[in-house]
């Protein structure tokens, strides 16, 4: 009668763990297609704006990105409001450009999170990102779009595995640095939307979110481009 008593409890424990699993589940699918819903939506999806660096300022060492940015051959480009937060939360980017090297410093600071990424423009409509946030390899990429992130890697450290990346790419992959012969918003808006579709065309991508939450994204940390893409 005990060992009853114990195996109903313990399948309604059971039943509980999968309801709450289930329902958490539920949640993030929710969250990942309002997101791709509001990048959509969102028109335009990169406001240049003029006092994004008191926003910046406000949130984190934002002087300290510039330095660092300057130092290494980037030159400042634009600053604009994200228009596409779940939560309404204000997103500012700023960027800067290497000319000589068709590669972008970016960093996005949300109510005073900050992350950072590397962005080069490569030949046959391809690119290069490398990211010291883990929610960027969140989303699959789209063909000839590589991404490799690094979980809080300070700057230096994304140059020197951005460049070990590129390497890797032009000796596996033939592929070149490139100038897209677009302007920075064009080319974040047109690499934006070609990823979001590529994401909806992935059959029961909506039912799919909290797979990529909790599996995909802390998988793809810390792996290099060769490794990824060998």
Do not use: C
């Not at 640095?177 to 064009?186: G, I, L, N």
């Amino acid at each position: 009668m005990l060992a009853y008593i114990i195996y109903i409890l313990v399948g309604l424990a059971v039943l509980g763990v999968l309801g709450v699993v289930l329902l958490l589940a539920r949640l993030i699918n929710g969250a990942v297609v309002q997101s791709i819903e509001l990048i959509e939506a969102a028109d335009p999806f990169l406001e240049p704006v003029e006092n994004g660096g008191a926003v910046l300022a406000e949130g984190a060492d934002y002087a300290s990105r510039m330095s660092w940015a300057t130092a290494h051959g980037f030159e400042p480009d634009i600053m604009a409001d994200v228009n596409a937060t779940a939560d309404g939360s204000t997103m500012v980017v700023a960027l800067w450009k290497n000319p000589g090297t068709h590669t972008w410093f970016a960093s996005y600071d949300t109510d005073g999170k900050v992350h950072s990424e590397l962005v080069t423009t490569l030949s046959q409509e391809s690119g290069l990102t490398t990211s010291n946030s883990i929610d960027s390899s969140l989303f699959p990429q789209r063909p000839g779009h590589y991404v490799q992130v690094f979980g809080d890697a300070d700057f230096d450290t994304l140059l020197r595995r951005h460049e070990e990346g590129l390497l890797h790419l032009r000796n596996a992959k033939h592929l070149e640095v490139q100038d897209h012969r677009k302007s920075t918003t064009e080319l974040v808006t047109d690499s934006v939307n070609r990823t979001m579709a590529h994401i909806q065309s992935i059959p029961f991508w909506k039912h799919k979110g909290a797979y990529w939450y909790f599996f995909r994204r802390p998988r793809m940390n810390n792996k290099p481009i060769a490794e990824l893409y060998p």
